[in-house]
């Protein structure tokens, strides 16, 4: 079994920041690429980043410059640091993992059950 746990949502205000975390844990040998979607209401769920086991990056253009994926990969964890933070950022955002299981290697996406983001105007 392998779960993602994310932590760091909230309400902010307008130009406020956010830092989202986010844990893989279980029966893991090894976690490749991990990232960050989020949906909003009525909205298809959309890729916010992402970022490969060797620390390459990747940005959805509305995110670049304000947004900032990292990880450790001692702890499998992922984190977002968002800033300069607008209402249109405010949906509940998931983290993904493409997760190395122990002990049949077999690997597999994971998801977390979503953290909620609330930026006021």
């Known amino acids: 079994q392998v779960q993602l746990v994310e932590s760091g949502g909230g309400l902010v205000q307008a130009g406020g920041s956010l830092r989202l975390s986010c844990a893989a844990s279980?029966?893991?040998?090894?976690?490749?690429?991990m990232g960050w979607y989020r949906q909003a209401p009525g909205n298809e769920r959309e890729l916010v980043a992402t970022i490969t086991r060797g620390l390459t990056t990747n940005y959805a253009d509305s995110m670049k410059g304000r947004f900032t994926i990292s990880r450790n990969n001692a702890k499998n964890t992922v984190y977002l640091q968002m800033n300069s933070l607008k209402p249109e950022d405010t949906a509940v955002y998931y983290c993904t993992g493409n997760v190395i299981s122990s002990p049949y290697y077999s690997t597999d996406d994971y998801w977390g059950q979503g953290t909620q983001v609330t930026v006021s105007s």
């Open positions: 279980g029966s893991i040998f090894s976690v490749n690429a």
